[in-house]
């Protein structure tokens, strides 16, 4: 799988967005981008993915560059809930033995500030 | 409805034994695969189940198997534990799909300390 750089760590306020950026400069034309968030003594948690356009959903957004080398998650008022560690993935659509095979990379922690 | 159930979550085991973890994925979901967390080597993939094959299996040694049943419940099992095994292990789910937007559904994971 193409390899992703994310930042070690992130700060935020309570209630303010945060941006949590992504680099995957290796990106073929068939991958997606997945995001998975791990809180504190549980199992990862999928957030959201996207192929090209910008998605939204009730957790999150996810903005796509145009070329596709990098892609930010939004979180649009981030609670102390939000604390958690925060896992940019890509999975190609093409590979068949692929399945569900995630590759993790460090991530990055997002501490929320009361 | 219900998660991904992974039990136990907590067991100790000594140096030699062996340990078997097991899986309940989503109802529906067909594909079961499995993921080994430490500090120093971070999430790391063993192995996939679909359908009772194995259609998927990282960089582990033969000490790590698995297993799916008929109703996609998993089973995984360590042989001869180390205490490198020290770890939690994570079950997913999914419904199966090879697409890159096949989606996974993690269980709480079950944590092994190996003495």
């Known amino acids: ?8 760590s992130m700060e935020s306020n309570e209630e303010e967005p945060v941006h ?5 400069s290796t990106i073929s034309g068939t991958d997606y981008i997945h995001w998975y968030r791990q809180l504190p003594s549980q199992g990862p948690e999928y957030v959201i993915h996207g192929l090209t356009s910008n998605v939204n959903n009730r957790m999150a957004s ?3 560059a145009e070329d596709r080398k990098s892609s930010t998650l939004i979180l649009h008022r981030a609670t102390l809930r939000d604390a958690a560690v925060y896992y940019c993935i890509l999975r190609d659509t093409l590979r068949e033995t692929s399945g569900s095979r995630l590759t993790f990379g460090e991530g990055t922690q997002l501490t929320v500030n009361p | 409805k219900a998660g991904v159930t992974q039990t136990p979550r907590y067991l100790i085991k000594t140096r030699g034994q062996q340990v078997t973890l097991s ?5 529906g979901h067909r594909s ?4 080994q967390q430490t500090p ?3 999430l790391q993939f063993l192995f996939e189940y679909f359908s009772e094959t194995q259609r998927n299996k990282g960089n582990f040694p033969g000490r790590f198997s698995g297993r799916q049943f008929s109703n996609s419940r998993s089973e995984m099992n360590v042989s001869t534990l180390e205490l490198g095994d020290s770890a939690l292990y994570l ?7 090879t697409s890159g937007a096949n989606v996974l ?11």
């Open chain 1, 62 to 64: 996810l903005a796509i």
């Open chain 2, 105 to 115: 559904t993690f269980g709480a994971g079950s944590r092994l300390t190996v003495l």
């Open chain 2, 91 to 97: 079950c997913a789910s999914s419904l199966g799909g």
């Open chain 2, 23 to 27: 899986c309940s994925p989503i109802s």
């Open chain 2, 32 to 35: 079961v695969s499995w993921y």
């Open chain 2, 40 to 42: 120093g080597q971070g």
């Open chain 1, 20 to 24: 949590l950026p992504c680099n995957h």
């Open chain 1, 1 to 8: 799988d193409a390899k992703t750089t994310q930042p070690n």
